[in-house]
């Protein structure tokens, strides 16, 4: 079995906005995720994937070692689109990446 671990990060948050590149502690937000998947990911062999519309969110994300070629869609980045839907959609590209399901 195949685990894909998705970080979902979307770029226009309106209740507090930037907050997943904000600085917690001395590290941004995301950076926090992103150790977290890398911990579940070494123990169970696991990849991770970013989904972003935003490429400062991208550039952070990469800073702390999560490099990501997907950018999600702008119907995928709005307050309405679907969790499950933004998820099928970054599922689709590493799949077609990697080559593996």
């Known amino acids: 079995m195949n685990l894909l671990?998705?970080?979902?990060?979307r770029g226009g948050s309106k209740g507090?906005?930037?907050k997943?590149?904000?600085?917690?502690?001395?590290?941004?937000?995301?950076?926090?995720?992103?150790?977290?998947?890398?911990?579940f990911a070494k123990?169970?062999?696991?990849?991770?994937?970013l989904s972003t519309d935003d490429d400062e969110i991208k550039k952070v994300a990469a800073a702390c070692g999560l490099l990501s070629e997907y950018?999600?869609?702008e119907f995928l980045?709005?307050?309405?689109?679907?969790?499950?839907?933004?998820?099928?959609d970054v599922l689709q590209f590493e799949e077609k990446k990697n080559n593996k399901q």
């Open 5 to 9: 671990i998705t970080i979902c990060a």
């Open 16 to 18: 507090i906005p930037g």
């Open 20 to 39: 997943n590149i904000r600085t917690l502690n001395g590290q941004p937000l995301i950076g926090y995720t992103i150790n977290c998947a890398k911990l």
């Open 43 to 49: 123990n169970f062999n696991a990849d991770i994937t």
């Open 71 to 73: 950018t999600r869609p």
């Open 77 to 88: 980045a709005t307050d309405s689109a679907g969790k499950m839907d933004t998820i099928n």
